[in-house]
């Protein structure tokens, strides 16, 4: 069973480039969403989608920008990379019924230099 | 502003014993408290959750505590095991009045010694 799939595993981006972090789920959940993971501030939420065509600014989105065109796919794209956005980023899904607990790819390290 | 906090970065607790990890949150909406266990270079897994309509959710050797009250859950372990290892995030949400994205805590380490 895929869950959900992350693409690249890593990557490294010189500054100033753009990017596009893939993400597919294969559960059909409605809601998907996008994290960072830094070291001593946890998992902080950059976009998210509550359903096909919506999306959401979560705590962190400058800089980011997400679509959400099919139930599916939620890629993440970086317009112009910046140092700080150096992070390991995962993207979740949510089951659409209680329990309601998220299901985490298995994160695309970005370093940019 | 923080609004889901786990003040302890990190844990050690000996093969066998109890291990209680603790979680504070300061936004009374939110009714939904989940835990994840992450081990390195893999994502966050789901461990277990509790809705505030409950003050306790057991599962194996994993209970999650709540106490509305003083906005604060807690996960015991019991026994703990080598394979327990893990950073272990608390999260929130407003899930039965609104569906909202999971706020996370900044995560526990927690080492379990043999």
């Known amino acids: 069973t895929a869950g959900i799939t992350q693409a690249p595993t890593s990557q490294i981006l010189a500054a100033g480039r753009s990017m596009t972090l893939r993400c597919t789920q294969d559960m059909r959940h409605n809601a998907m969403y996008w994290y960072r993971q830094d070291l001593g501030l946890g998992l902080r939420l950059i976009h998210y989608s509550n359903t096909a065509g919506t999306t959401g600014k979560g705590e962190v989105p400058d800089g980011y920008s997400v679509s959400r065109a099919n139930t599916d796919d939620f890629p993440l794209t970086l317009a112009s990379a910046v140092p700080s956005q150096t992070s390991v980023y995962f993207c979740?899904?949510?089951?659409?019924?209680?329990?309601?607990?998220?299901?985490f790819g298995e994160g695309s390290r970005l370093t940019v230099l | 502003d923080q609004q889901v906090k786990q003040n302890s970065p990190s844990l050690s607790v000996q093969e066998g014993r109890i291990s209680i990890l603790n979680c504070d949150y300061t936004?009374?909406?939110?009714?939904?408290f989940l835990w994840y266990k992450k081990y390195p270079a893999e994502g966050p897994t789901f461990l277990i959750s509790?809705?505030?309509?409950?003050d306790k959710n057991e599962d194996g050797r994993f209970t999650v505590f709540l106490n509305k009250s003083a906005k604060h859950l807690s996960l015991h372990i019991v026994p703990s095991q080598p394979g327990d290892s893990a950073v272990y995030f608390c999260a929130a949400s407003r899930y039965f009045s609104g569906n909202t994205p999971l706020v996370f805590g900044k995560g526990t380490r927690l080492s379990v010694i043999a």
């Open positions: 979740a899904s949510r089951r659409n019924g209680p329990p309601g607990e998220l299901f």
């Open positions: 936004n009374s909406m939110f009714d939904y």
């Open positions: 509790i809705s505030s309509i409950k």
